[in-house]
């Protein structure tokens, strides 16, 4: 089919009476289908049931003759340590363990930051309008948190290496109210872009005018890969100590997406500096997080190894998923010229652009026949997407066979809104 801007006004009436007969067979259908958030399948939750029943002694509640069942360790045991020390590529003592959440401790640390001083600097809220840099399309939470605390957000557009240094750099090293930017640097949310080395070292070489600025390096997706041609992300913390800027990366994880989400193990690493900092805080929420857990995690995977050949299974399940929504999307909107789209090697998502000017109709279609999806906007700090361009396609948790009927109906969509408003120009 010709690309709809070479259609003529006949043509494109033409074309729309059809996909309403399709639209309408679909709505007769009363669909059911979520993909609106990047939850796992029950295929994937199945993957850790072992974790269920691999602690079952007293006697492996013992870690160092500390007895996990009872209070104590505020970072965490040393064998989760251990683990995401080499997930996250540095060293053990830099590593907090947590809760269930990464969001929690992202969250935590910007409270954090706000209520005490960093680098003999005034706590973020007695300094009066601080901002932070979100790359955009981005996470939708990261920018809850920073609107949670009044901070104001400047959106700085993502590239295929990364967010734009030039603009980064700039606003940077030259704005002491920019207290800090938010990465999601592997398989970002929702592009699926990984920095480039270059844009790593570059973040390392930040001179920020504001000397209590800190990257807020959120390694959600640093395992997950879903094709077999994985990306190395470079290590930012070891980049931050060759130019001194140690202080600068604060790192989170969790196995939220690995095992259990909701029962996961989380992490912050950060430079000895910023983690003194947290612990004060960290000191008076709780004596301890759940050991138990943690030692959960640390007998079902034994070390990193673990939970990268973990990993190849979750691989397995979403592929042919991943495949199925790039597959649609080839075939029923390639040379249309009314949408683009990136076919990422990991993460969680894949990312849309629609025709300007279409996205909160796709959505508002798609919801009316029964899919419902992200919110149009949503990848956009405080929901608002300039273009209204932006849709995350969100494909792990329904089976193959409602994901391709979802993807029909995405795509139908998509194209009944361009020509919605290609007729009403």
């Not at 363990?97 to 600097?121: K, T």
Request: aromatic share 8%.
């Amino acid at each position: 089919m010709a690309a709809y801007s070479e259609m003529s006004r006949e043509q494109l009436k033409a074309a729309e009476a059809e996909l309403k007969k399709e639209y309408d067979e679909f709505k007769s259908r009363n669909l059911k289908l979520d993909m609106s958030r990047g939850k796992p399948g029950s295929e994937q939750l199945d993957l850790s049931l072992d974790m269920l029943t691999v602690l079952n002694k007293k006697e492996q509640c013992l870690v160092n003759g500390v007895d996990c069942r009872n209070y104590g360790i505020l970072d965490g045991i040393s064998g989760m340590k251990q683990i995401f020390s080499d997930l996250l590529e540095c060293e053990e003592d830099d590593i907090m363990v947590g809760g269930n959440s990464s969001l929690n401790m992202m969250f935590d640390a910007v409270a954090c930051m706000m209520h005490a001083g960093f680098d003999g600097c005034e706590p973020w809220e007695k300094q009066g309008g601080v901002k932070f840099l979100c790359p955009v399309p981005g996470y939708d939470r990261h920018f809850g948190i920073t609107q949670y605390f009044g901070i104001e957000m400047v959106p700085v557009p993502m590239t295929p290496t990364g967010p734009d240094m030039d603009m980064v750099e700039k606003l940077v090293e030259s704005d002491e109210k920019i207290k800090g930017i938010w990465c999601v640097p592997k398989y970002s949310n929702p592009q699926g872009i990984t920095y480039s080395d270059e844009t790593v070292t570059r973040f390392a070489r930040l001179k920020p005018a504001a000397k209590d600025f800190r990257i807020m390096w959120d390694n959600a997706y640093c395992v997950h890969d879903v094709t077999d041609k994985p990306e190395k992300l470079l290590s930012i913390v070891a980049e931050c100590k060759k130019y001194g800027n140690e202080d600068l990366p604060i790192l989170f994880a969790s196995t939220s997406k690995i095992t259990f989400p909701g029962s996961g193990v989380a992490a912050m690493a950060t430079s000895k500096n910023n983690m003194s900092i947290f612990k004060r805080r960290y000191q008076f929420q709780t004596i301890g997080y759940d050991k138990l857990n943690m030692l959960r995690h640390v007998l079902f995977f034994k070390n990193a190894d673990g939970v990268r050949a973990h990993m190849e299974k979750h691989k397995a399940v979403l592929a042919p998923r991943f495949n199925t929504v790039v597959t649609k999307l080839s075939e029923q909107l390639g040379g249309l010229g009314i949408a683009s789209w990136l076919n990422p090697n990991g993460g969680y998502f894949v990312s849309v652009d629609v025709m300007n000017g279409c996205a909160k109709r796709v959505v508002e279609l798609c919801k009316e026949a029964g899919v419902v999806l992200t919110g149009a906007g949503a990848t956009y700090p405080y929901g608002s997407d300039p273009q209204d361009s932006n849709i995350r396609i969100a494909p792990s948790f329904p089976p193959v066979s409602e994901l391709e009927t979802a993807m029909d109906l995405f795509c139908l969509c998509t194209k009944l809104a361009a020509i919605e408003k290609l007729l009403a120009q």
